[in-house]
Structures are given as structure tokens and as C-alpha cells.
Nanobody
Framework: QVQLVESGGGLVQPGGSLRLSCAAS????????MGWYRQAPGKQRELVAR???????NYADSVKGRFTISRDNAKNTVYLQMSTLKPEDTAVYYC??????????WGRGTQVTVSS
């Protein structure tokens, strides 16, 4: 079975930083593209960043230059390093399997709140 466990969310002040982690099991992680998505209050879920098994990344324009997605295949973990956080970054952040036989599988999400 597939399991995605997000962690690292919390409350942070504007301008601060936070690192999210997503630990995966039940997939061949090193061959699998992974994505971070978010859903803000009253908004639709949107792609934040994704990384392929080969390490190619892409980002939403709203986070480009502030967020960095990375992966550690030895730990079966994908990270989202978030810097210069803004109140509009407040959302539930979800990890998702983006390629392979289990593409479309979601984690349960972790809350990020950016507020003074």
C-alpha cells in the first residue's frame, strides 16, 4: 500500500521559513515524480512545485525564487523548503505521487499558517 506522510507545517511569521517533509512508502520512490500542492481557504487546490525522479523541478510563478523542492532517495522523502513566506502562502499543503503506477495518490496534508 502507498503511504505519504507530510510533516513540518505550523505557524510562522511573514518573512519566515519552514521546511515540509513527505515520507513515502509503497512506491519505487527514486523513479517517481513527486509534487507539492496547496489549498488555501476558499481557493482551489493548486500545484506549488514538483520534482521528477531525475531531479528536474518546476514551480508555480507565485513561489518561484522563494520555495525549493528537493528529494532524498535514500530516505524516500521529498522536501519543500519555503522561505520569505507571505500570508497568501497560508494553506494546507499536500504531497502527491505524480508519476508511475500510483500517480494521483495524495497525502493527508499539513497546515501552514503565515501570520503576524
Amino acid at each position: 500500500q502507498v503511504q505519504l506522510v507530510e510533516s513540518g507545517g505550523g505557524l510562522v511569521q511573514p518573512g519566515g521559513s519552514l521546511r515540509l517533509s513527505c515520507a513515502a512508502s509503497g512506491i519505487i520512490f527514486r523513479l517517481t515524480a513527486m509534487g507539492w500542492y496547496r489549498q488555501a481557504p476558499g481557493k482551489q487546490r493548486e500545484l506549488v512545485a514538483r520534482i521528477t525522479g531525475g531531479g528536474t523541478t518546476n514551480y508555480a510563478d507565485s513561489v518561484k525564487g522563494r520555495f525549493t523542492i528537493s528529494r532524498d532517495n535514500a530516505k524516500n522523502t521529498v522536501y519543500l523548503q519555503m522561505s520569505t513566506l507571505k500570508p497568501e502562502d497560508t494553506a494546507v499543503y499536500y504531497c502527491k505521487v505524480d508519476s508511475g503506477p500510483r500517480a494521483g495518490y495524495w497525502g493527508r496534508g499539513t497546515q501552514v499558517t503565515v501570520s503576524s
